[in-house]
């Protein structure tokens, strides 16, 4: 179908305004058109007619984190879900929040921080709650908030198929059978559309402290944040590399901050606070920082100077090993090891190869989850960013199995997920 027929079909059904070209100022190159549906039954009805003209579409929220997934192939369309904006209901008292999928954090943020309430979703402001869930978005403070998929009580969900479904609801009492929404969380959009849905939020801090800590020789990293991560108050505890912690002082305007192996936020009631500064001071050397180094963190992790980024998930007690091996190919990494987490980062001027390997190596050694958050292009195009590790090969036959019951005819987001479904 001519790419003037495709946009005729589509106008006909969203009317004219809904319907144009897309380019760079609308988040993509690839795409022959650019469609904004106004509604759910607008998302609906866009897929349907994609499907039974054999055409795809690449779904779009705000477009912060589209470098993310594999390489996509060509796609007829580019489907944003910006009209499916805003926030429609904010219960004060349960602290549950019904948005849709192209409302941004930032608007959340607006809505519940005055009545006392966050979202714990570690993407930027700037992200939509849509493009936040579909790739499970975690960023320094997951310790404290848990991972994307809690948060989540109910979604609406319009299937590859254009089926307009429903899992959860308003309370966790609404779920019976498969939780499907933890399915949609961190599918990438291969599997369907988030029209919106309902959120758990959790109590804004009412005290929130940042420390860090300059670590002895004779002290076990590892061993010593893994503890510091169990305290009841703690809501980051990451370990950086000496260059690392030094950029994220230069951001911060901290001067020293280079000699520093760990950062430590805590938050919540002031005596819990106070009781863990207490408890921190006395396991090691601290300071306070006086302005906010783990947004600067947050900031640093998603750089785009960088030539290799991967992040791997794995058990705490494999996190030593594994960066030792990480390290020994070149990445600066900085590690969570309360939660299993560990970004290993290759400056531009890297071999990309031998940080693939790397990667792979520690992946396959450590019975890591790992993938590539950053790749040039050359090896974009060549390795499935997902496929890193010793079960990848069962996982893609998982997805690829759901790809087919929920997108038969391949219309979503081509290429983008694991197995380069």
């Given amino acids: ?35 904004e ?56 008292q349960d ?48 310790l404290g908030q848990g991972p994307p998929r809690d948060c989540v009580l109910g979604l609406e969900f319009v299937l590859g198929s254009s089926e307009r479904t429903r899992c959860g609801g308003r309370v966790v ?5 498969f939780d499907l929404a933890k399915l949609y969380t961190g599918s990438f959009g291969c599997l369907g559309v988030i029209e919106g849905g309902w959120l758990r939020l959790r109590p804004a801090a009412a005290v929130a402290t940042q420390r860090v800590a300059k670590l002895v020789p004779e002290q076990d990293p590892v061993g010593l944040a ?17 260059a690392l912690a030094r950029d994220v002082g230069a951001a911060t305007g901290e001067a020293g901050v280079g000699e520093v192996s760990m950062l430590v936020e805590f938050a919540g009631s002031a005596p819990g606070v106070e009781d863990d500064l207490r408890w921190l001071a006395d396991a090691c050397a601290v300071r306070e920082l006086a302005t906010d180094a783990v947004d600067a963190l947050s900031a640093l992790q998603q750089r785009g100077e960088t030539a290799v980024r991967a992040r791997l998930a794995l058990l705490p007690s494999n996190c030593r090993p594994a960066v030792g091996r990480l390290r020994e190919a070149g990445a ?19 071999d990309a190869a031998v940080a693939v390997q790397a990667v792979t190596d520690a992946a396959v050694r450590f019975h890591a989850d790992a993938r590539f958050e950053r790749l040039p292009f050359e090896q974009r195009q060549r390795l499935d960013v997902f496929g890193v590790g010793a079960d990848s090969r069962a996982a893609v036959e998982r997805m690829r199995a759901l790809k087919q019951r929920f997108d038969p005819a391949g219309v979503l987001n081509p290429g983008r997920f694991m197995g380069r479904l």
């Fill in 332 to 350: 600066q990494c900085v590690v969570y090891p309360g939660v299993g987490l560990v970004y290993a980062l290759w400056p531009e001027s890297s």
């Fill in 226 to 242: 893994i503890t510091v991560s169990r305290r009841p108050s703690t809501r980051c505890c990451v370990l950086l590399d000496d």
């Fill in 1 to 35: 179908m001519s790419r003037s027929d495709l946009r005729a079909v589509l106008e006909a059904e969203l009317g004219a305004d809904a319907v144009g070209d897309a380019g760079a100022d609308r988040g993509a190159t690839d795409a022959a058109l650019w469609v």
């Fill in 95 to 142: 602290g549950v929040i019904h948005v849709g999928a192209g409302t941004t954090l930032g608007e959340v943020a607006a809505a519940a921080g005055p009545e006392g309430w966050e979202l714990p979703l570690g993407a930027p402001a700037a992200s939509s709650v849509g493009g936040a869930l579909s790739i499970a978005a975690v960023g320094p403070r997951h």
């Fill in 37 to 92: 549906p106004p509604s759910g039954d607008g998302v609906s009805a866009v897929l349907r007619l994609l499907g039974e003209h054999g055409a795809t579409a690449r779904i779009r929220g705000q477009g912060t984190q589209d470098s993310l997934g594999n390489t996509m192939d060509p796609v007829d369309a580019l489907v944003s879900t910006a009209a499916l904006r805003g926030v429609d209901e904010l219960d004060r």
């Fill in 173 to 177: 009492k609404n779920v019976t059978g």
